[in-house]
Every structure is written in structure tokens, then in C-alpha cells.
């Protein structure tokens, strides 16, 4: 009982602060319930009340608990449950607000919106409340940002997915950050001056505040939540979607390198082996689909250009903006964006995906096998960003892409079993695993969204979001028998 009790009284404590900051952050949308005299008010202030009343149990409960260095296991398991709990109390103003939607709606939405998915049940989103509209855009925001930290703070230690590659390279600016703040903090500051600007250039394009502050935030949180059903569709100018590509890109590169620079000073820091793989991968598939649409439709060069380019960096970012149903655009369209859905931006950012450096790590291992069946003495060194590496980081990259692959086939299974077609199931399993938003074909594509599926549907896509952002075996090694043994 000691042994468990170790165990979940500092699990308790850290996901309090995390509910009561969480909580508090329901004052925004309450503030504007208010202002805007929407008749919501009641169901945030109810949902406020009852997170902190819940973050103020769970303090109570582990206050003799003094704070310490936390272990592995404390981490995995503060990781999971976090990630549950905000989930759920997220689901609240959603399911206070009379006559809005269901628990599974609710729930569905929140986990969507904190994973940075961006799959909606909702519909009338142009004539919605404002209030609801900012609090779907800020589940978003505050998922982005626990995304880089636990990327950054927690998964390098923990060993998950070959994300021990990033590990010396956080510790080895330790010294130089803790003048100006901890890592994590430096990267908060970050992140919200990117934010700023993102949503000061919507502004300068002609957009109004309210538009322009909740697409910064669901752009730099790679997340894809719109204001409108037809997503960024609604914005017919050309700049605003460049304006878009610019700062989706940054969101999905990694937040480090910003703190870097910073430190640093130098521009060098961006020469980094993951940057050029994510640049070079989107460049070359948005010709290749720029080339595709210029020869399959009318469409202007500026046109295509912009809208091969927006869409493919949305889906690839893993933020799921559309300007457009690229369902329709052909056989080739369809088959590059349903495998750009599985790439991912970089380690350390927003987005959701295999990541760049799984692939590159990957090809990799495939270029060393056919030197060792060519050379079978052959001595090989491995190397990432001119760092060493050993066979644990590959293996546990390629443990994370087989265990992908397993999920993606199980998740496919249980939607077809839940009366869903091949596409609607394949596509929503990858877009769900992959955190991307949009899936393909006319129930969940670009034009679609998900408020039709069947309740069971949405339940096994809201495992399959938690599971792909919280990189699978996070969630898997809390629930293995062996984790709970003292």
C-alpha cells in the first residue's frame, strides 16, 4: 500500500495544479458569455466552478505529499491521467449549455481540441456563440502547448518512441536557460509570441479580431478548429492562406531550436537534419500536387500553387485546415494526401504524425541493411545531427511506427464493425492516430465532419486521438500489469 501510495499521491498533486489552472482558464469564455450576454454563462461558470472544486479535492487529498524529483512511473502515469482529466472537464461547458449536445459530443469535441485533431461533431459553427467558438480555440491552444512540454520535458527521459535522441540536446543548454528561466518556460514565451504575431498578420490581411485571434491560435497549435463549417475556406484572398502556410510551418518545427536561436543568436541553429527533411518533404510533394492540379483542372498558377500548397502543409503539419474538398482532385490527390497524413512535423512541436525523424531514422537503418549485405564486415556509425546513435533509439522508433501500424489496424476493425465504409474507417483511423482532423471521402473529408457517425464511432476515434498524441506507449505501459507491481 506504501509502494502505491508513492506512487499516486505525487500523480495526484501535479494533475491538481494542472485542473486548477486548467479551470481557471474557463474565466475567458465565462468573461465573454457575459459581455456578449450569449445565455452561456451559466454552463461555464458551472464548468469552472466544478474543475477547480475538483483540482482543490485532489490537492486536499495529496497535500502531505511534499514535492520531489519525480520518477518514470510518476511520469507516465501523470501523463495519462492529465491528459484524461482536462479530456472530460473540457466536455463541460459543451454539456452544461442546454440543448447543445451529448456527453459523447461533448467528449469528442474536448479530446479533439486538446489533441490539436481538430475532428468536429459540430455544426452551425458560423451563427455559434462566441464564447463556445473561443473556448473550442483555446482547448486547442492549451493542447499545443502540453504537447511541446511534455515532448521537451517528459518523452526524452521517458525513452518513448525514439525521443531519446532529443535528450542530451535539452540538457546540453541547461546552464545557458537557467539565466533567463527553464527550458519549458523559454518555449511558453515562444509560443505565445507566436501567437501574437500569427494572429497580428491575419489582421493586417483584413481580418477581423475575433477571426484573427482564434485561427492564430488554432494555427500556431497546429490544431485545424475553424470559426466556420467551411473551415478556412471562408477566407477567399490568397494572402491569408500564405499567412497561414507560414506560421503552421513554424508551429510544426521544433520549439528548441526557437529557444536556441534565442540563445545563440545565430542562424546556423536551424541547419538541423529534421528541418531540412520536413522543408524538403513539403516542397516536393506541393509540386507534385501543384503540378497535378494545373494539369487536371483550369486552375490558375497562383491557384494552385496556393491551394496545393495549403492543404498539403495542413494535413502534413497535422493541423487540419481546408480550403477545399482535395477529396475530389483525383486519384493521385487522394492517395498523396492520405499518406501525407501519416508524416508529421518535427519532434518537439505541435504536430501529431510518425514525425520526420522516425522516417529519417528508418532510412536510415534500410541504407545501413544493404551496406551489411553488400559489406557484411563493414563498420557503421550512426548518426543523427552529428550526434551518436545506438540501437535502443531505432529500435524504440521502430517499435513506435509497429505499434502505429497495429493501432491503425485495430482502430480501422472496430469502425467497420461499427457500421462505417472502408474509407470513412481507414481514413478516420489514420487522421484520428495522427491527430490531423479532416479524414477523406464525403461522410469525414474536407467538405464533411464527423457529427453523423454513430456514437460508438466517436468513442473509438476519441481513444485513437488520445493514443496517437500521447504517443502509444505512454498510454499502453499504464495499463500493462507489470507497471502497477510495487
Known amino acids: 500500500m506504501m509502494g502505491q501510495a508513492t506512487l499516486i499521491k505525487p500523480v495526484l498533486k501535479v494533475c491538481s495544479l494542472i485542473l486548477l489552472v486548467f479551470g481557471l482558464l474557463m474565466a475567458v469564455p465565462l468573461l465573454m458569455a457575459i459581455i456578449y450576454n450569449t445565455g452561456n454563462s ?4 458551472g464548468a469552472l466552478g466544478l474543475t477547480v472544486t475538483l483540482a482543490a479535492c485532489g490537492w486536499l487529498l495529496s497535500r502531505s505529499y511534499r514535492m520531489s524529483m519525480l520518477t518514470p512511473r510518476q511520469m507516465f502515469l501523470i501523463t495519462t491521467s492529465s491528459w484524461l482529466l482536462i479530456s472530460l472537464t473540457g466536455a463541460l461547458p459543451f454539456l452544461l449549455i442546454p440543448g447543445f449536445c451529448g456527453f459523447t459530443d461533448a467528449v469528442f469535441e474536448s479530446v479533439s481540441g486538446l489533441t490539436t485533431t481538430g475532428s468536429t461533431v459540430l455544426v452551425g459553427l458560423d451563427g455559434m456563440a462566441h464564447d463556445i467558438l473561443v473556448w473550442r480555440s483555446m482547448l486547442q491552444w492549451v493542447g499545443g502547448l502540453g504537447v511541446i512540454g511534455m515532448a521537451v520535458a517528459i518523452l526524452p527521459f521517458l525513452k518513448v518512441g525514439g525521443m531519446r535522441l532529443f535528450q542530451t540536446e535539452s540538457s546540453d543548454w541547461s546552464d545557458k536557460t537557467t539565466r533567463s528561466g527553464t527550458m519549458v518556460t523559454m518555449i511558453i514565451y515562444v509560443y ?10 491575419y489582421m493586417l490581411d483584413g481580418m477581423d479580431s475575433f477571426h484573427a485571434v482564434n485561427h492564430a491560435m488554432t494555427t500556431i497549435s497546429t490544431g485545424g478548429y475553424s470559426t466556420s463549417d467551411s473551415s478556412f475556406a471562408q477566407f477567399a484572398d490568397l494572402p491569408s492562406h500564405w499567412i497561414a502556410i507560414f506560421f503552421m510551418i513554424l508551429g510544426a518545427m521544433p520549439f528548441t531550436i526557437y529557444v536556441h536561436f534565442i540563445i545563440k543568436r545565430h542562424w546556423q541553429v536551424f541547419n538541423d537534419q529534421q528541418i531540412r527533411g520536413f522543408l524538403l518533404t513539403l516542397l516536393v510533394l506541393s509540386v507534385i500536387i ?22 498539403l502543409v495542413s494535413v502534413i503539419t497535422t493541423t487540419g485546415f481546408a480550403s477545399g474538398d482535395y477529396s475530389q482532385w483525383g486519384e493521385l490527390a487522394v492517395a498523396a494526401f492520405f499518406f501525407a497524413m501519416f508524416i508529421g512535423g518535427c519532434s518537439g512541436s505541435t504536430s501529431g504524425g510518425i514525425k520526420i525523424f522516425r522516417f529519417q531514422l528508418l532510412f536510415m537503418m534500410m ?3 544493404i551496406v551489411r549485405a553488400v559489406h557484411p564486415r563493414a563498420m557503421i556509425h550512426r548518426h543523427y545531427n552529428k550526434r551518436p546513435v545506438d540501437d535502443s533509439i531505432v529500435l524504440s522508433a521502430v517499435t513506435f511506427v509497429f505499434i502505429m501500424l497495429i493501432s491503425l489496424v485495430t482502430i480501422t476493425l472496430l469502425l467497420a464493425l461499427s457500421g462505417l465504409d472502408l474509407t470513412t474507417s481507414l481514413t478516420g483511423a489514420a487522421t484520428a492516430l495522427m491527430n490531423v482532423g479532416p479524414g477523406l471521402g464525403d ?7 464527423f457529427s453523423s457517425l454513430p456514437d460508438s464511432s466517436k468513442w473509438i476515434l476519441s481513444v485513437g486521438m488520445l493514443l496517437g498524441r500521447l504517443e502509444f506507449m505512454t498510454v499502453i505501459l499504464v495499463l500493462t500489469p507489470t507497471y502497477w507491481k510495487s
Open 290 to 311: 501543384t503540378l497535378h492540379l494545373l494539369s487536371e483542372t483550369d486552375i490558375d498558377l497562383a491557384h494552385a500553387l496556393t491551394y496545393a500548397t495549403f492543404n
Open 192 to 201: 505565445i509570441i507566436l501567437t501574437f504575431l500569427c494572429a497580428g498578420a
Open 443 to 449: 461522410i469525414i473529408g474536407p467538405a464533411g465532419n
Open 367 to 369: 541504407q545501413e541493411s
Open 42 to 45: 451559466r454552463a461555464f461558470a
